[in-house]
């Protein structure tokens, strides 16, 4: 890690961190690659099946080994070089992306939805493994103090490739062919191989190895059941990804049924909530001493329902557009937000395992609510499906907040972790 400055903006402090604007660039790059890989394999199943139900199993299968993996992962991340695991994941995501392009390239005719389906479930496994020590990895790179600043920036980069990937992949999709939209997504994750190559995580003093893995697991549940914030965040967390989130999946058919529009522009509002999250991540990048974390959380998760929900009812795309852009605003505050407290409201030698059960809840609360949306949306309409998963976040958003301490207390900092974790 290297020293603090104390002259100039925060961001040019955190900037200022070679290894830190490498991991920077690597969110970038693999946002992007992985959010064009999206649009164009739910674009793809959503022109051969013509059905909401299977465009709903994209993201299904994309998060199911989630919640199988992220708890071993986040053990694996206190254990084990984080630099190495970064690698091996990227090494993996690259080939994984290679084989599907050799499927798409020369047997297209022979492809069927579960093709697809296997592909996307390896892809969510491999980011399972990564995404606990990637977070944490940032934690060690520029510490504790410079936190909420690089979440911020990471967030900002993951942004920016969020925004882009859609909107590359849309047009390609409208120019050229499915391969060679594919294509993209193999350069950009070989570029990207390159990039983790060269990153330097500093070492983290790690969990003894002679305590076993269930064991160590239950430590960390353990910790976060007796701690009323982190049971507050990881509630929220479920709801979000249950019942507000799957709509992204969707917007092709909203788009393409509903708002009469081609694949450029489904990808150009795939990206628009991108807008909205970069503008509030630079401001939060740029904040000072927050001391209630939780209100940023809770304010952006209700805006991302409430705009969610006369997004599905808006009749024209210049709206819509600017709603899900609306809705990235709020997004903001959650996702940074949501790494910020479980880091800082969890002792060291456990935040790996931490950000595992969090990965933990996201798995748990996406493929159920793709799943359902989509399952609703066959039976009745996707906009009162939309309707009636947003209704039951905000209602059930109530009981959380009144039981735990997410809005009502700063965040303090938690005593060392016991040796035996």
Same mark, same amino acid.
Request: glycine share 10%; net charge positive; charged share 10%.
């Given at each position: 890690?290297?020293?603090?400055?104390?002259?100039?903006?925060?961001?040019?402090?955190?900037?200022?961190?070679?290894?830190?604007?490498?991991?920077?660039?690597?969110?970038?790059?693999?946002?992007?690659?992985?959010?064009?890989?999206?649009?164009?394999?739910?674009?793809?199943?959503?022109?051969?099946?013509?059905?909401?139900?299977?465009?709903?199993?994209?993201?299904?299968?994309?998060?199911?080994?989630?919640?199988?993996?992220?708890?071993?992962?986040?053990?694996?991340?206190?254990?084990?070089?984080?630099?190495?695991?970064?690698?091996?994941?990227?090494?993996?995501?690259?080939?994984?992306?290679?084989?599907?392009?050799?499927?798409?390239?020369?047997?297209?005719?022979?492809?069927?939805?579960?093709?697809?389906?296997?592909?996307?479930?390896?892809?969510?496994?491999?980011?399972?493994?990564?995404?606990?020590?990637?977070?944490?990895?940032?934690?060690?790179?520029?510490?504790?103090?410079?936190?909420?600043?690089?979440?911020?920036?990471?967030?900002?980069?993951?942004?920016?490739?969020?925004?882009?990937?859609?909107?590359?992949?849309? !047009? @390609?999709?409208? *120019?050229?062919? $499915? #391969?060679?939209?594919?294509?993209?997504? /193999? =350069?950009?994750?070989?570029?990207? +191989? &390159?990039?983790?190559?060269?990153?330097?995580?500093?070492?983290?003093?790690?969990?003894?190895?002679?305590?076993?893995?269930?064991?160590?697991?239950?430590?960390?549940?353990?910790?976060?059941?007796?701690?009323?914030?982190?049971?507050?965040?990881?509630?929220?967390?479920?709801?979000?990804?249950?019942?507000?989130?799957?709509?992204?999946?969707?917007?092709?058919?909203?788009?393409?049924?509903?708002?009469?529009?081609?694949?450029?522009?489904?990808?150009?509002?795939?990206?628009?909530?991108?807008?909205?999250?970069?503008?509030?991540?630079?401001?939060?990048?740029?904040?000072?001493?927050?001391?209630?974390?939780?209100?940023?959380?809770?304010?952006?998760?209700?805006? !991302? @329902?409430?705009? *969610?929900?006369? $997004? #599905?009812?808006?009749?024209?795309?210049? /709206? =819509?557009?600017?709603?899900?852009? +609306? &809705?990235?605003?709020?997004?903001?505050?959650?996702?940074?937000?949501?790494?910020?407290?479980?880091?800082?409201?969890?002792?060291?030698?456990?935040?790996?395992?931490?950000?595992?059960?969090?990965?933990?809840?996201?798995?748990?609360?996406?493929?159920?609510?793709?799943?359902?949306?989509?399952?609703?949306?066959?039976?009745?309409?996707?906009?009162?499906?939309?309707?009636?998963?947003?209704?039951?976040?905000?209602?059930?958003?109530?009981?959380?907040?009144?039981?735990?301490?997410?809005?009502?207390?700063?965040?303090?900092?938690?005593?060392?972790?016991?040796?035996?974790?």
């Amino acid at each position: 890690m290297e020293p603090e400055h104390r002259a100039g903006s925060p961001i040019s402090a955190v900037l200022r961190n070679a290894d830190f604007r490498i991991i920077w660039w690597v969110g970038t790059l693999h946002e992007f690659a992985r959010r064009m890989e999206l649009l164009i394999l739910s674009w793809l199943i959503l022109q051969v099946t013509d059905s909401y139900f299977q465009l709903g199993l994209v993201l299904v299968f994309n998060n199911l080994p989630r919640p199988l993996l992220s708890l071993f992962s986040g053990l694996l991340a206190d254990r084990v070089s984080r630099h190495r695991i970064l690698f091996v994941a990227q090494l993996m995501k690259t080939l994984t992306v290679a084989i599907i392009l050799s499927v798409i390239a020369f047997d297209f005719e022979l492809l069927r939805p579960w093709h697809v389906y296997s592909a996307i479930a390896v892809q969510g496994a491999i980011k399972s493994l990564e995404d606990p020590s990637r977070r944490t990895a940032i934690m060690d790179i520029v510490g504790e103090r410079r936190l909420v600043n690089a979440l911020s920036l990471d967030v900002i980069s993951n942004t920016a490739g969020k925004m882009a990937g859609p909107l590359l992949g849309g !047009v @390609l999709l409208d *120019t050229v062919d $499915f #391969a060679g939209a594919y294509l993209v997504v /193999l =350069a950009v994750n070989t570029l990207n +191989l &390159g990039m983790v190559a060269r990153l330097r995580v500093p070492l983290q003093q790690t969990g003894r190895l002679e305590v076993s893995a269930l064991r160590s697991l239950g430590v960390a549940i353990a910790y976060a059941v007796r701690s009323p914030m982190l049971m507050g965040l990881l509630s929220v967390t479920i709801l979000m990804n249950a019942l507000a989130f799957p709509v992204q999946q969707f917007i092709p058919a909203i788009g393409r049924d509903h708002l009469g529009v081609g694949a450029t522009l489904v990808g150009l509002l795939v990206a628009a909530e991108g807008f909205g999250q970069l503008a509030g991540a630079g401001l939060m990048s740029s904040t000072r001493g927050i001391r209630f974390h939780g209100r940023f959380f809770v304010a952006g998760s209700v805006a !991302v @329902l409430v705009l *969610t929900l006369i $997004f #599905a009812w808006s009749p024209w795309y210049a /709206l =819509a557009f600017a709603l899900r852009a +609306l &809705g990235g605003l709020g997004q903001s505050g959650f996702s940074t937000m949501q790494s910020a407290i479980t880091m800082l409201a969890t002792p060291q030698g456990m935040r790996g395992r931490m950000m595992g059960l969090l990965s933990f809840c996201i798995g748990v609360g996406t493929p159920l609510g793709g799943l359902e949306i989509g399952a609703l949306a066959t039976v009745f309409t996707i906009q009162g499906a939309i309707s009636a998963n947003v209704v039951v976040g905000l209602l059930s958003m109530i009981p959380v907040l009144a039981l735990t301490p997410l809005i009502s207390r700063p965040l303090t900092q938690p005593a060392p972790a016991v040796s035996k974790t």
